[in-house]
């Protein structure tokens, strides 16, 4: 009986040490930078800053934040991927085409020319659709890789 007690000490010992790991790693969040669950952000931020121009126009300059917020707080992969996506798509414009252009390597102008008419709501044409939808699979590839190496 006594082995079965220290069994049961020891269990609930690691349990213990346990949360307070977990309560540290979730106290060092409130630190400015994020403290060790930042780690690895910087091979996101390093690709995000490829599609800057197109974040900021989606979210404003403090993209890098609101991206970083769903890091922190540990959102799924796939979520987190999805969302930026989702800003890119919603940034991009006119203005913003060029510098999609260049990570899918599609042409600026009918990349542009696209990006118009979706912020108009115009339809697109196949070659249009087939356009936007290499540039997104560049997108998607570097952000997978990205989040690859950050974790």
Do not use: C, Y
Request: charged fraction near 25%.
């Amino acid at each position: 009986m006594e082995k079965f007690d220290n069994v049961l000490a020891t269990i609930a010992a690691m349990g213990g040490l346990g949360l307070a790991a977990m309560a540290l790693v979730d106290a060092l969040k409130a630190i400015p930078g994020g403290g060790v669950s930042r780690i690895g952000f910087s091979h996101i931020r390093k690709v995000l800053r490829l599609f800057d121009k197109v974040l900021e126009r989606a979210v404003g300059k403090q993209w890098e934040a609101v991206i970083m917020a769903h890091w922190i707080n540990g959102r799924d992969r796939d979520d987190q991927v999805s969302a930026i996506r989702s800003l890119i798509r919603l940034g991009l414009n006119t203005d913003t085409a060029a510098q999609l252009a260049d990570i899918g390597n599609v042409d600026p102008v009918a990349l542009g020319k696209a990006a118009g008419k979706l912020t108009k709501g115009a339809p697109l044409s196949e070659d249009e659709i087939n356009l936007i939808g290499r540039v997104e699979a560049a997108v998607e590839a570097r952000l997978d890789a990205a989040f690859d190496l950050a974790e």
